[in-house]
């Protein structure tokens, strides 16, 4: 059992860093949490905390202290303190939702002006199960392509994301076409696209590739539209 000592100055704030340090102290992670309330209105939840500065992965959390409600509980911090259920839950979901919706529809809008609304398609279905889908497929006059479209919040998000649908697009159905994995989140550079990939053990395939936004939009204008026959 950790013993909390409260002291009535919070430390110097620490920032994350790479490769191997010493543990976090409750107080290190004290003044994070409080910093980022301070910052954002509410204390943060896992993806949060892998993504900000002046905190640890949340599975090293989770290793030392059980997790994140575990902490928020040995720390005494007020208001909800299990983000998985409840008010907070279901405001952020309402909030993912929302964004993932206006994210696709500005794709598709992009898309059918670029190649035309009849040689774009949403949710394609590679086998009849439901699952097996990409966010878009697209007919071009070179290649026809799959868009998997996803909002990572951070670098260790995308991480997980990225190794998430290769996964998915192993060989087989899934892998009849080229992809493009376009992430949306305008705070992950081009850089950092370059470098996830670069020391990726296992890598991408020849049809498959990582941009952004400005990447996607340099990708289709390298492709030629099909035209539609007219009757």
């Given at each position: 059992?950790?013993?909390?000592?409260?002291?009535?100055?919070?430390?110097?704030?620490?920032?994350?860093?790479?490769?191997?340090?010493?543990?976090?102290?409750?107080?290190?992670?004290?003044?994070?949490?409080?910093?980022?309330?301070?910052?954002?209105?509410?204390?943060?939840?896992?993806?949060?905390?892998?993504?900000?500065?002046?905190?640890?992965?949340?599975?090293?959390?989770?290793?030392?202290?059980?997790?994140?409600?575990?902490?928020?509980?040995?720390?005494?911090?007020?208001?909800?303190t299990d983000f998985r259920s409840g008010e907070h839950?279901?405001?952020?979901?309402?909030?993912?939702?929302?964004?993932?919706?206006?994210?696709?529809?500005?794709?598709?809008?992009?898309?059918?002006?670029?190649?035309?609304?009849?040689?774009?398609?949403?949710?394609?279905?590679?086998?009849?199960?439901?699952?097996?889908?990409?966010?878009?497929?697209?007919?071009?006059?070179?290649?026809?392509?799959?868009?998997?479209?996803?909002?990572?919040?951070?670098?260790?998000?995308?991480?997980?994301?990225?190794?998430?649908?290769?996964?998915?697009?192993?060989?087989?159905?899934?892998?009849?076409?080229?992809?493009?994995?376009?992430?949306?989140?305008?705070?992950?550079?081009?850089?950092?696209?370059?470098?996830?990939?670069?020391?990726?053990?296992?890598?991408?395939?020849?049809?498959?590739?990582?941009?952004?936004?400005?990447?996607f939009t340099r990708l289709c204008e390298s492709q030629?539209?099909?035209?539609?026959?007219?009757?």
């Amino acid at each position: 059992m950790v013993n909390l000592k409260v002291k009535e100055r919070m430390p110097d704030l620490r920032k994350q860093r790479n490769g191997k340090q010493k543990p976090w102290t409750l107080e290190e992670l004290h003044a994070g949490l409080e910093q980022f309330e301070t910052e954002q209105g509410h204390y943060p939840t896992a993806s949060e905390v892998d993504s900000y500065e002046y905190l640890p992965s949340a599975r090293s959390v989770e290793r030392r202290f059980g997790g994140l409600v575990a902490l928020r509980q040995t720390l005494r911090l007020s208001g909800q303190t299990d983000f998985r259920s409840g008010e907070h839950s279901t405001r952020r979901a309402h909030i993912i939702n929302e964004r993932a919706r206006r994210i696709e529809q500005a794709v598709y809008e992009y898309l059918t002006n670029r190649f035309g609304k009849e040689f774009v398609h949403r949710e394609y279905f590679f086998v009849d199960d439901a699952r097996t889908r990409s966010d878009f497929f697209v007919y071009s006059a070179r290649d026809n392509f799959c868009v998997d479209v996803f909002y990572p919040s951070g670098r260790r998000n995308l991480i997980g994301c990225i190794n998430s649908k290769l996964k998915k697009y192993e060989p087989g159905a899934m892998r009849q076409f080229p992809i493009i994995f376009l992430q949306m989140n305008d705070a992950i550079s081009e850089e950092m696209l370059e470098g996830v990939v670069a020391r990726k053990k296992k890598k991408f395939g020849t049809d498959q590739v990582l941009v952004g936004w400005g990447g996607f939009t340099r990708l289709c204008e390298s492709q030629k539209p099909l035209r539609a026959r007219r009757k």
